[in-house]
Each structure stands twice: as C-alpha cells, then as structure tokens.
Nanobody, 115 residues
Framework: VQLVESGGGLVQPGGSLRLSCAAS????????MRWYRQAPGKEREFVAR????????DYADSVKGRFTISRDNVKNTVILQMNSLKPEDTAVYFC?????????WGQGTQVTVSS
C-alpha cells in the first residue's frame, strides 16, 4: 500500500488549496479514505473521511462547511478541497486508510496559512 499526498503550500487567510492523495497497492475502490492533520506541538487529528463509493462523507466540526472530500475510483485518488483557510488550519496533512486491519499513512504535505 502506498499513499502519496501533494498540493500543499503557503496560502493567505481566506484562500484555497486542493490536496491530492494518490493511492496504489490495494483495491482503492473498496476502502474508506481519510484525511488527518497535525499542527506543530499538537496531536494528529481527524479532518474528513469518505466511504468507498464516495456516497458518504464526514468532517471534523472545525472544517465543516469549508472543506470538501471527494474521490475518483478510476484514478485511485482522494481529494481534499480546502476553502476559506484560516491560520489554525496550518498543519501537515496526511492521507490514511485501513486495509486488513492495518493503518497506512502517506508522508504528508505541509499547509501553511499565513499573511
């Protein structure tokens, strides 16, 4: 299983970023996918998840209404569209899945929201 995130960067408050996670090594369309983030000095926290078919999504309260998770089961990719970004969204963002009771994480992509 391999998860590779991309799309992070520096953005001003109120701006947008689109994170991607390219998955390989497993039957992507069969598994729920999640995004987590970890800010400096803080524990890793849940951000969003999407069901295997994409028909069900869930979000942390802190991002609800601003972030949207989606997936493409042909391209084996999960997307996190982040709008109205705030300085408190600054963190390393990780893609995650569980395959046969084993957690897999990507290497993360840095998102910095600052003026």
């Amino acid at each position: 299983v391999q998860l590779v995130e991309s799309g992070g960067g520096l953005v001003q408050p109120g701006g947008s970023l689109r994170l991607s996670c390219a998955a390989s090594g497993f039957t992507f369309r069969g598994y729920m996918m999640r995004w987590y983030r970890q800010a400096p000095g803080k524990e890793r926290e849940f951000v969003a998840r999407i069901s295997s078919t994409g028909g069900s999504t869930d979000y942390a309260d802190s991002v609800k209404g601003r972030f949207t998770i989606s997936r493409d089961n042909v391209k084996n990719t999960v997307i996190l569209q982040m709008n109205s970004l705030k300085p408190e969204d600054t963190a390393v963002y990780f893609c995650q899945t569980v395959v046969i009771a084993t957690q897999y994480w990507g290497q993360g992509t840095q998102v910095t929201v600052s003026s």
